[in-house]
């Protein structure tokens, strides 16, 4: 177990270059599965959850190795569907349901454990079932796996339409249907810009797949695929983490390496608040004001202003002047940060799925703990805006998500100290994907 020590107040300052997308990667990792071959993936973020991934892939019989600059090989030709991967490694991460898809496209059988991931409502995963069984799929459920088939016949083109906009059913359906017999179209669908990554790496492979990015998506199914080299987009969720980083700090940052607009719901709440918003080609500076003026946002499927994004923006309104409300639109449970944010001095009072914040001037630190991924980035935001030291634990849940996060903090400024409690193994795991990729951390400009 490790956690950081913060000694805050202090503004976060410079340069920081974003890394691949998370959530995007870990749908193209199993989406190599689609074909036998050798397949390069790049800008890959160096997170435990890319880790678990390789983890589960080496168990269905592929070949991998740790990223290395971003870099990774994927080699799926001896992959193969009978060994479901073990329950702990499937439960440690929510994006686990992708190998049904994929394995299900590709060789018509998975068996796979409930996904895990972080605890921010019940998250059910009954839209990526309806479309496995309307492309013709048998799905059950056995001693807590789902196990999804169609061993023999094709899959079958359809029309599926989605009851709520799911990004991980829209990338799953996707997955299972490029192999599949004739047209399948998926109405309803997320738009995120991962689902256009997908897409495109699914198309590099040999797929046909056309509108993602719409509410409508069309695969034309393929007999078979090749492997690909793919480049990742970069995360606009770290991106937006440092943006609000450095406003909660009174800071001057600079985002490298980005879409700009895939930030342009964050950038124009930030603006809306306060903050002064650069942006061109590939980087974005955020360049906060003396205090943030409190703004309402919901948070909505994209092109709203995303969910993952709340628990920090929470942070920067908690400090900001008057009154905000923030409203959760995608989850039903996603402000279990707010009650250790309020150990440090915050006024937010939760009603049901709406969050009150009376900005005060000062937060202080105190001993928090991370309870998942975005949640844990807020305690860390909360930490460096604070008078005096924040301690936060549980940094696995961090870990999981922002590569070299407090290397990353450390070069931009911030008073920030790792600290391995115990001697468990997964802690020096962590060392080793930490030191990967020392040329993506940051260049620094004072400004
Ligand atoms: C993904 C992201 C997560 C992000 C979320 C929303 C990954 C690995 N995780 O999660 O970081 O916060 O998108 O942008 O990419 N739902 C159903 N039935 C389903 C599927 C979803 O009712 O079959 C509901 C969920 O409970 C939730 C909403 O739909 O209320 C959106 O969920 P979804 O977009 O599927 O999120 P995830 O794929 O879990």
């Given at each position: 177990m490790a956690e950081l020590i913060?000694?805050?107040?202090?503004?976060?300052?410079?340069?920081?270059?974003?890394?691949?997308?998370?959530?995007?990667?870990v749908a193209v990792i199993p989406a190599t599965l689609l074909a036998a071959g050798t397949n390069t993936l790049s800008n890959l973020p160096a997170i435990s959850d890319i880790s678990t991934y390789n983890e589960i892939l080496r168990h269905l019989g592929a070949v991998t190795q740790e990223p290395s600059n971003g870099v990774m090989r994927v080699d799926t030709s001896k992959a193969t569907p009978e060994k479901s991967p073990p329950m702990e490694m499937v439960k440690t991460i929510r994006a686990s349901y992708y190998l049904l898809g994929a394995l299900l496209g590709r060789f018509g059988y998975a068996r796979v454990g409930f996904p895990g991931g972080c605890n921010i409502g019940q998250r059910p995963i009954d839209q990526h079932l309806k479309g496995f069984k309307a492309l013709g799929a048998e799905v059950r459920t056995d001693h807590g796996e789902v196990v999804v088939e169609s061993r023999n016949s094709r899959l079958q083109?359809?029309?599926?339409?989605?009851?709520?906009a799911s990004v991980g059913a829209t990338i799953n359906i996707m997955l299972a249907a490029v192999l599949a017999e004739g047209t399948t179209v998926i109405e309803n669908v997320a738009r995120e810009p991962h689902i256009v990554d997908v897409a495109s790496c699914l198309n590099s492979m040999g797929a046909r797949v056309v509108g993602a990015g719409t509410d409508t998506i069309k695969i034309h199914g393929v007999r078979e695929m090749q492997p690909t080299n793919h480049a990742i987009i970069p995360d606009e969720i770290e991106a937006a983490t440092y943006a609000i980083a450095g406003a909660a700090t009174r800071g001057d940052v600079t985002l490298m390496n980005i879409v700009p607009k895939h930030l342009d719901a964050v950038t124009a709440k930030l603006g809306e608040a306060g903050v002064r918003v650069q942006e061109n080609g590939d980087?974005?500076?955020?360049?906060a004001p003396e205090r943030p003026q409190a703004v309402s946002l919901k948070t909505l499927p994209y092109p709203g202003f995303p969910t993952d994004?709340?628990?920090?923006?929470?942070?920067?309104l908690s400090l900001a002047s008057g009154t905000s409300m923030v409203s959760e639109g995608v989850f039903e449970n996603r402000f279990d940060h707010v009650e250790e944010l309020q150990r440090m001095g915050?006024?937010?009072?939760v009603e049901g799925r709406t969050a009150v914040i009376e900005g005060v001037e000062r937060l202080h630190g105190t001993s928090v703990r991370a309870t998942n991924l975005r949640a844990g980035a807020a305690l860390v935001i909360a930490g460096l805006g604070a008078e005096g030291e924040t301690v936060v634990s549980s940094i696995e849940h961090v870990d999981r998500g922002y590569e070299h996060f407090?290397?990353?903090?450390?070069?931009?400024?911030a008073d920030i100290t790792r600290?391995?409690?115990?001697?468990?193994?997964?802690d020096s795991a962590d060392d080793s994907t930490d030191g990967?990729?020392?040329?993506?951390?940051?260049s620094f400009r004072q400004s």
């Open positions: 913060i000694n805050g107040d202090k503004p976060l300052c410079g340069e920081v270059t974003i890394g691949g997308r998370k959530n995007s990667a083109g359809t029309h599926i339409y989605l009851d709520v980087w974005v500076r955020v360049v994004a709340m628990p920090p923006m929470t942070v920067l915050t006024n937010v009072r407090d290397e990353k903090l450390k070069a931009l400024g600290v391995h409690n115990g001697d468990d193994e997964d990967d990729d020392p040329g993506q951390v940051v």
